[in-house]
């Protein structure tokens, strides 16, 4: 089993759609939890650190329910410039990072 | 926020050669710093961490005397992937993290293409 699991899509969705992501992960001592964005053939970017009571950017909201291992995003009114691969960043004791495999998500006119 | 180069950002080299990788953090000192491959499609994978002045951990399965890390200062760690082949050819990304955050900065990444 990998140790961080998304759904790779890709999410094809109107402009101004509402879209979620989800993602699991199997160390339940894992301690930190990212959400990344990546364009194609650049580095990924942070786009928000989730929190068990859950937290909001803008139209960007993120969850994480421990007790189930899981962690959300959910995007409001998409813009084309949404259009990426979102990365579920889940980091344990130490200091490195396990990425998942990412979700594409592409926004049209 | 932080600012993390790398260089080269592309690299094309015949098989059997060597290359080397630099990762510079260019305004904060960067205590760690974290080594990533990416192949097509698929999500990054952790090579190896490196703290500054010890020797880099390796992620199983990651040759440690093919992929020779170096992190000598707290702003420079360098990646020379040593008698490099076509299977090599990857996109390298590095990240680097200060002593006080927790925060993981990427570079741009270098693509890698060995003929």
């Known amino acids: 089993r990998k140790e961080v699991e998304q759904d790779p899509g890709p999410f094809n969705v109107p402009e101004g759609a509402t879209v979620a992501f989800n993602c699991t992960y199997s160390?339940?001592?894992?301690?930190?939890f990212f959400w990344y964005r990546q364009d194609c053939r650049k580095e990924p970017k942070l786009l928000m650190s989730?929190?068990?009571s859950g937290n909001e950017d803008g139209r960007f909201t993120a969850q994480l329910n421990r007790a189930s291992q899981y962690i959300s995003l959910l995007i409001r009114d998409s813009k084309l410039s949404d259009s990426a691969t979102y990365l579920c960043?889940?980091?344990?004791?130490?200091?490195?990072?396990?990425f998942g495999a990412g979700t594409r998500l592409t926004v049209k006119p | 926020g932080a600012v993390v180069s790398q260089h080269p950002s592309w690299v094309i080299c015949k098989s059997g050669t060597s290359v080397k990788i630099e990762c510079r953090s260019l305004?904060?000192?960067?205590?760690?710093m974290f080594w990533y491959r990416q192949f097509p499609k698929q999500s990054l994978m952790l090579m190896a961490t490196?703290?500054?002045?010890?020797?880099?951990?390796?992620e199983q399965g990651v040759e440690k005397d093919k992929f020779l890390i170096n992190h000598a200062s707290l702003t420079l760690s360098t990646l020379t992937v040593t008698s490099a082949h076509p299977e090599d050819s990857s996109f390298y990304i590095c990240?680097?993290?200060?002593?006080?955050?927790?925060?993981?900065?990427f570079g741009p990444g270098t693509r890698l293409t060995v003929l």
């Open positions: 990240s680097a993290q200060a002593a006080t955050s927790d925060t993981q900065y």
């Open positions: 160390n339940s001592a894992s301690q930190s």
């Open positions: 989730v929190y068990s």
């Open positions: 960043v889940v980091r344990g004791w130490g200091n490195d990072m396990r």
């Open positions: 305004d904060f000192q960067a205590t760690t």
């Open positions: 490196s703290n500054e002045g010890s020797k880099a951990t390796y």
